[in-house]
């Protein structure tokens, strides 16, 4: 059984009196443990398919089912637990608490669900990618691969069934982000997790079990990587 | 080239910052103009009807009967048909119905007896000053008596102003001989109508027609009984004043050629015995009601001018936020060429618009607020008093409000230099420092605001208290929110909602520290007000003092003593009274003039003195060791400690009094305090017995009576000793306490302004942090985290906010209201611990609701949008 299935779904967003139809009628099928990559031009719809996957933003048709539970009219509230144990999220912007430090960043979600082993967790994740010595620094005073290690852990410390990543390579240098997206890999394979990832990098794409290649809302190809 | 389309889509795109902005202004104008027209209108009433608020040209006042050198030039002037004159005879007196009575029976002990002036019977008892009683009649067999406030008239009175009768009649065709006018509530009371007659001393008088209106008496919030006038025709008949007499004696003069006005009255002025006799045109004469304003209107001033500082604060920060929101649009203005100088203007013309329209609207709210005010200040205002905006009024709101939004703003725009181009790219973090600029507009403020407390309050000395005082209270209330933050930051909580609310208040741009001093300032004037007030009606009202007397009795003479004391049947303390007025020093002569415009008591008025060789119950020595000292030769004083408050006096120092016309200095042998809460009756000057034994005297006692024998007692008393006034203190107390709960109430209703200002600011604060609570609230709901929890966090941040500025409120105001009671009442404190708690409470329920009430839109946010916003900045 697919971990995630889109099945029709379509999006449009009103901008002034114009209405741009960004998703049109998409169809999508993860499997448990795939890493999965969606690239496309800018403005496609690949960041507007993850934040609909993820249950992040609504859609005006079609239905978005996890582990088959049709989540398409969850209330944000029903939502807020499955984001919390089920998924994980990298983005580009790394979009961590600022007024955290970053060993807080990473525990704060396992504290949501109220696991009394979240700084350990937290702790253990921070030695994992190289960070710990700087646990107790808050987001301004990281650099962006430090961020995005750090957002990489915050998105682990669940043990997530299925990891978003928006772009994750997107602000950092050629280096960091070869680095950041070797990570990610890697525990998506120690951990087999189910990795959806949004780029247009073609050599992450080349790295993917299939790629799903989305142009003016409509999925163009979906190709199996061999 | 300034784009109005660009002003007004920027309004329109910061909203919330805007509205908040305009609604600081529209407070700062309805301070400025409800209060300031409310001054105005009083004052102008005071000065347009001056002469009818006088009922004369030239007013002549004394305690004694005038002397003969005035009197001379008084009849001198009527002479040569300069003047018109009428003499107004006022004191208290308790009348009887007539009704089913034994008209000859009714015979006093004595008739040619004192009676005690109007003014000086406020200030013995227990300087408890009062309006109008309600308390029942006091019924004896089928008679009725009540203390009434009666007002002897010449022919010709009033000069000017209308004396209005409820029979529309001219008041002089009705008061004739035998005949008497007075107010509704004397027969509401003693249930009579019109043609019953009443007893007043020893004359029977018929009641003729009601008096709705006095021109010189604007209000009678402050009687202790209804008015009686009564013609002056009857005055001997009445029996009740004679040699000895203590009545307010007037003459009122009507100048016939206005111009000789001053020419004339510097002329019985220099005629006039200066110490006993006050001579004054209605230009400058002082009224009770003018005090009361004046004093009611310092104080609204004070309320006024803080509640201003605190709008001008709210204007800084939703202006602040304001901005904040257009960071991004002013570095691309600058990315694309415009100098620091445009950016400023096009800004100040931001403020300008929205200043205008905080303007129109703080003008419309203040006449709207300008309508509660009748109710508000009813039986306070005199009816003469029309409350009107006028233009004055509204002019000086603007000029003033301009000057508030430009200096509150300065700081704000200034700081738009410091937003770099580079912001475009998120980068800009800056931090500004407390530069140059914060110190100048800092001390461009601070100087604005002691000349508005200057200029307003006309006292430097008082001025400078209040400025000092203020700036004590928002620096204490900085320090300790300062302190309790620090301390806060150290806090390590396993709970993770109040963990990330510790966190919240130290978020980029809260405005948490002003947030808290603005509370915390408006709140502990609140709570000061509240416990003061608690605390005196604590003291003299709910629990009146088992023990203390309850029923005065003044004006006895000292051969009325013993028939007094039988018909009393109570064992009592009788005080003698002579009275008497301090002339000098330490050889230094008082200014009377200036003694007089003194807010509090002052060294000018008539004393009552008595003599005596030991202490009261409820006295003790400060200063000196034993009341008066064997070794002396000097006459000697002791004075009560509320003398020394007055003028610096220290003990051995000399005070010249002039008792009955003969000059008496004494040193001061020792300085006394007493329990005020003991309501005993106290005198600021005792003498040894052997220096005023044998003065003419009149003797006054006071007894704790059961509830229900008060009326019976009155009227025996009444009825033997008719010029005895009787007076029920519990009443008078309860009246008190009634002008206390509506003073209150008014200084409650100016003072709910400042906390407006306090959530002002609250609000912009939240404004001002908008995006990064949005930013919380979204990476929260990411990281799944219900909007319970967001709410949650939220409100306990706005808890402790609340909380805090509540704690640091009621510590201070527990300190201030114990210092005024203690020290400046001398009543016993109790800090009423469940009311402190439920003010605690009150504020943080505000402040939680206030501040989620702001949040609410934010945790509505979809995390998408928010997160698509990003992406696309």
Known sequence: MAILEANNISKTYTIGNQRIMVLIDVSLSVARGEFLVVEGESGSGKSTLLSILSGLDTIDKGRVLIEGKDITNLPEDELAPLRNTAFGFVFQSFHLVPSLTALENIMFPAELRGDRLAREKAEILLRRVGLFERALSFPHQLSGGEKQRCAICRALVNEPRIIFADEPTGNLDSTNGKAVLNLLLELHRERMTTLVLVTHNQEIAGKADRIVTLRDGIIDTSIANV | ?873
């Not at chain 2, 003299?540 to 028939?563: C, E, G, H, T």
């Open chain 2, 1 to 873: 080239m300034f784009n109005i389309h660009l002003i007004r889509r920027q309004i329109a795109g910061s909203l919330h910052q805007s509205v908040m902005l305009v609604l600081c202004i529209i407070l700062s104008m309805i301070t400025l103009v409800s209060l300031g027209g409310f001054r105005r209108s009083v004052h102008a009433s005071f000065l347009r009807d001056a002469r009818a608020l006088h009922a004369a040209d030239i007013i002549i006042h004394s305690h004694v009967p005038f002397s003969g050198g005035l009197l001379n030039a008084l009849n001198a002037l009527e002479q040569q048909k300069s003047i018109e004159k009428a003499y107004i005879y006022e004191f208290y007196s308790v009348v009887q119905t007539d009704r089913n009575t034994r008209s000859n029976s009714f015979r006093s002990e004595k008739k040619d007896v004192p009676m005690r002036p109007r003014r000086q019977l406020h200030q013995e008892t227990a300087e408890v000053w009062s309006m109008q009683t309600d308390h029942r009649p006091d019924t004896f067999e089928n008679q009725q008596s009540l203390l009434s406030d009666i007002k002897v008239v010449d022919l010709g009175y009033p000069f000017y102003g209308d004396l209005e009768l409820a029979s529309g009649s001219p008041f002089n065709k009705v008061l004739t001989r035998g005949s008497i006018v007075v107010e509704q509530s004397l027969l509401d009371r003693l249930q009579l109508k019109l043609g019953d007659s009443l007893r007043v001393g020893s004359a029977r008088l018929t009641i003729r027609d009601v008096v709705l209106q006095e021109p010189d008496r604007p209000v009678n919030f402050f009687a202790l009984g209804p008015r009686v006038f009564i013609a002056s025709a009857d005055l001997p008949s009445l029996d009740l004043i004679g040699k000895g007499s203590r009545v307010d004696y007037t003459i009122l003069i009507k100048v016939l050629e206005t111009a000789e006005l001053e020419r004339i009255a510097g002329q019985l002025q220099a005629a006039s015995d200066k110490e006993r006799e006050r001579v004054e045109t209605y230009r400058t004469a002082d009224s009770g009601v003018k005090r009361f304003f004046n004093n009611f209107l310092f104080f609204l001033n004070l309320i006024g001018i803080f509640t201003l500082l605190l709008a001008g604060i709210g204007i800084q920060s939703s202006l602040s936020a304001f901005l904040k929101e257009q960071e991004k649009t002013i570095a691309i203005m600058k990315a694309v060429g415009s100098r620091n100088r445009f950016i400023i203007i096009h800004y100040f013309l931001v403020v300008a618009v929205l200043g205008l329209v905080g303007t129109l609207f703080g003008l419309t709210a203040s006449f709207f607020i300008e309508k509660i005010f009748p109710d508000l200040f009813r039986g306070l205002i005199p009816s003469n008093v029309e409350l009107t905006i006028s233009m004055g009024a509204v002019t000086e709101g603007c000029i003033i409000s301009s000057f508030v939004v430009t200096l509150f703003t300065l700081l704000p725009l200034y700081r738009l230099k410091e937003v770099k181009p580079r912001s475009i790219f998120g980068k800009e973090d800056h931090h500004p420092a407390r530069s140059p600029a914060t110190w100048f507009t800092g001390s461009a403020i601070t100087i604005f605001f002691i000349m508005m407390v200057l200029w307003r309050i006309r006292d430097l000395k008082s001025g400078s208290y209040f400025v000092i005082g203020v700036g004590l209270l928002i620096l204490i209330s900085f320090l300790c929110s300062e302190g309790i933050l620090r301390l806060t930051s150290r806090l390590q909580s396993k709970n993770l909602i109040l963990r990330q609310s510790l966190k919240g208040l130290f978020r980029p741009g809260n405005a948490t520290s002003p947030i808290i001093v603005t509370l915390t300032a408006s709140l502990t004037f609140i709570f000061t007000i509240t416990l003061v007030e608690k605390n005196l009606d604590v003291t003299f009202v709910q629990s009146y003092p088992p023990d203390a007397p309850n029923l005065y009795f003044i004006d006895i003479q000292p051969d009325q003593k013993d028939a007094f004391a039988r018909i009393l049947d109570i064992p009592a303390t009788y005080y003698p009274i002579i009275r008497g007025i301090i002339t000098a020093v330490n050889n230094d002569p008082i200014d009377r003039d200036a003694e007089r415009q003194k807010r509090g008591d002052n060294l000018a008025r008539e004393f009552n003195i008595t003599y005596r060789d030991g202490l009261l119950s409820d006295e003790r020595i400060v200063a000196g060791k034993t009341l008066f000292h064997d070794d002396w030769s000097d006459m000697q004083v002791s004075v009560l400690d509320t003398v020394v408050k007055m003028r610096d006096m220290k003990i051995g120092d000399t005070i010249t009094f002039r008792i009955q016309g003969i000059p008496i200095k004494a040193r001061i042998s020792s300085i006394r305090t007493r329990t005020r809460a003991s309501l005993q009756p106290y005198f600021y000057f005792v003498f040894p017995e052997r220096v005023l034994k044998n003065a003419p005297q009149t003797v006054f006692t006071a007894v704790r009576v059961d509830k229900k024998q008060i009326a019976l007692l009155q009227n025996r008393i009444v009825a033997r000793f008719p010029n005895v006034s009787v007076i029920d203190v519990t009443e008078t107390v309860k009246v008190f306490a009634r002008v206390m709960e509506r003073l209150t109430l008014i200084v409650r209703f100016f003072t709910l302004f400042s906390v407006a200002a306090g959530i002002l600011i609250l609000i912009s604060s939240v404004f001002a942090t908008r995006h990064t609570r949005i930013q919380e609230a979204v990476y929260f709901t990411i990281l799944g985290a219900r909007s319970r929890f967001v709410l949650s966090v939220f409100a306990v941040e706005n808890f402790l906010i609340g909380l805090e500025s509540g704690l640091i409120a009621i510590a201070l105001s527990e300190v201030g209201s114990w210092i005024i009671c203690r020290h400046a009442l001398d009543v016993p404190y109790n800090p009423f611990v469940g009311i402190s708690l439920v003010m605690i409470i009150i504020p943080i329920g505000l402040v939680i609701a206030v501040g989620l009430g702001a949040s609410l839109s934010i945790v509505r946010q979809r995390p998408a949008a928010f997160l698509r916003e990003q992406t696309e900045e």
